[in-house]
């Protein structure tokens, strides 16, 4: 999955990239048990089986339909599969498994859809740029980017099946005890006063979403921040000492949310009498200490308001991950060369978390730990436009349905975020209460 030269891809690059993310996306699909594809895992999204359709639709809807203007290839499913990422109106979806397509039919649709889209991007009459309405470059670009958001999307639902209505692929090995992490001793470091370049300039051949533009600088004065993610075993004092049950730490929104909701622990926490383990993809292990801690915004806020810190904003995170004390920017947390599994954990190469200490060749310049994969990281910046901010033509509310004051960004990454979106301008976003997706975060002092 590695792709991240600044030069534009070839069309025959491209083409091995779109294969290789409809493997990783079948490959998800095959743990989930046959008799699993119509569950629902999370309340507020839609069940398996939407998913199963979905990924070609966008295809075929954004390829053929938006970039080159050709008919449907099913009208039906082309509109059933089109859409799905928050609830409607903010209610929870209330469709039946007997109001979905057979999965027969939609396995259909999908091989027919490919087989059909490779034909045509496979042509050199179909492939001419002439024909194309946007640039194929960043068509394909997005398809690719958009199925590999999916992928994370489709793992931490899959994280919240029950085990019997999943497979262990056969590459997965129970994790050891070595593996279930370490306890930490956190501690801060000291991030003087400069610049942080947010977003990435419209001129340059590399691709971007519509929110990464335009690039800006924004002068940061000093901050201390945790040199390391804020652990389970860190959270787990928080716990302890009652921080579930003290408004003290809540925004009124928040503490709502956690006593209706019923929330006494971070989600992926489970409790037996007086031990607790934790829900690993596969398996349920005694809680690791030193693994980064998944939680909601608003449980990380609490968090840092009960340890007296603050999260750090967008450009807080920019400044300590990817400045360095000589002012020059990276690419990358260690530098410009390209991710490797050496640097964090990303890419796939996992499916849960590792010890928030394990990779010291990611660090960046000032020493701060595992801020590229582990986990995407919590900001207090809400997402919002860039100054010169233009949606894309073709996916007008790909970003700005969602800048209504109620997401805040995330950055980094997690254990299955691709390699291709660890460029340092990618962002992340989601509501405050939100607990499924594989998200940690530090805390800074200002």
């Given at each position: ?227 390391y993610k804020v652990t389970n075993g860190d959270f787990l004092k928080f716990v302890r000492e009652g921080g579930y049950e003290d408004q003290l730490f809540w925004s009124d929104s928040d503490w709502a949310w956690i006593k209706e909701q019923n929330i006494s622990h971070p989600r992926f926490w489970l409790r037996h009498h007086d031990q607790w383990t ?169």
């Amino acid at each position: 999955m590695n792709s991240t030269a600044t030069q534009p891809d070839s069309r025959g690059q491209l083409m091995a990239r779109l294969a290789e993310s409809r493997a990783v996306t079948d490959d998800l699909f095959r743990i989930v048990r046959s008799e699993a594809m119509y569950d629902r895992p999370i309340a507020e999204r839609h069940r398996i089986v939407f998913y199963l359709g979905h990924l070609e639709a966008f295809d075929w809807n954004l390829i053929a339909g938006e970039a080159l203007g050709l008919e449907p290839a099913h009208r039906e499913f082309d509109r059933l599969f089109a859409f799905g990422i928050d609830p409607v109106g903010g209610g929870l979806p209330a469709d039946q498994p007997s109001d979905w397509p057979r999965l027969a039919e939609i396995e259909a649709y999908n091989h027919r859809v490919r087989e059909e889209l490779d034909k045509i991007l496979g042509e050199r009459s179909q492939a001419s740029a002439g024909l194309w309405k946007y640039s194929h470059e960043i068509i394909l670009n997005v398809a690719i980017e958009h199925r590999l958001m999916h992928a994370e999307t489709l793992a931490y639902m899959l994280h919240q099946l029950p085990s019997d209505r999943k497979i262990a692929p056969l590459s997965y090995r129970p994790l050891t005890s070595s593996e279930r992490g370490r306890l930490i001793l956190p501690r801060m470091i000291d991030i003087p006063a400069g610049i942080a370049t947010l977003g990435i300039p419209r001129a340059r051949d590399s691709f971007g979403w519509d929110n990464e533009f335009e690039a800006h600088s924004v002068h940061i004065p000093a901050f201390a921040i945790d040199a390391y993610k804020v652990t389970n075993g860190d959270f787990l004092k928080f716990v302890r000492e009652g921080g579930y049950e003290d408004q003290l730490f809540w925004s009124d929104s928040d503490w709502a949310w956690i006593k209706e909701q019923n929330i006494s622990h971070p989600r992926f926490w489970l409790r037996h009498h007086d031990q607790w383990t934790y829900r690993a993809m596969f398996e349920e292990l005694p809680l690791p200490l030193g693994w980064p801690v998944y939680v909601s915004h608003a449980e990380a806020a609490a968090y840092a308001r009960f340890v007296d810190k603050s999260l750090p904003s967008e450009a807080q995170f920019h400044r300590a991950a990817f400045g360095t004390p000589e002012g020059v920017e990276r690419a990358y947390p260690w530098g410009d060369a390209p991710p490797d599994a050496t640097r964090g954990n990303f890419d796939f190469e996992r499916w849960d978390p590792t010890t928030a200490a394990n990779y010291s060749a990611g660090r960046s310049a000032f020493g701060v730990e595992d801020t590229l994969g582990n986990g995407w990281e919590w900001t207090c910046t809400r997402f919002a436009p860039y100054p010169g901010f233009e949606p894309f033509p073709f996916y007008r509310g790909y970003s700005a349905n969602f800048f209504d004051g109620k997401h805040y960004v995330m950055k980094g990454a997690s254990p299955r975020t691709a390699a291709c979106m660890l460029r340092r301008s990618f962002r992340n976003w989601f509501q405050p209460n939100y607990p499924f997706v594989y998200a940690s975060f530090r805390c800074v002092s200002n």
